[in-house]
């Protein structure tokens, strides 16, 4: 029973450090985005804003991970 214990408690440490690490899940589609625009924020925020103004409504992360994955395509 022990066992079973520190396995779940490993488990748990192992997803929480992984969603610290990736900025807690929104943060992480904006500070990906920063990281495309390499650190330029100017350009971040437009990125943003232009996803924003095609789809009002979405959410801020939802806007970065639509921009992330426009920029993406567009440049690779």
Not at 10 to 37: D, F, N, P
Not at 54 to 64: D, F, I, K
Not at 65 to 74: K, L, P, Q
Request: glycine letters at 8%; proline letters at 1%; charged letters at 25%.
């Amino acid at each position: 029973m022990d066992l079973l214990i520190t396995i779940g408690v490993i488990v748990a440490a192992v997803v929480v450090w992984r969603w610290v690490r990736q900025g807690g899940g929104a943060r992480s589609a904006e500070t990906h985005l920063r990281q495309i625009c390499l650190g330029d924020e100017a350009q971040a925020a437009r990125l943003l804003d232009a996803e924003l103004s095609r789809t009002p409504g979405l959410s801020r992360a939802e806007a970065a991970a639509r921009a992330v994955a426009r920029y993406e395509r567009d440049n690779h």
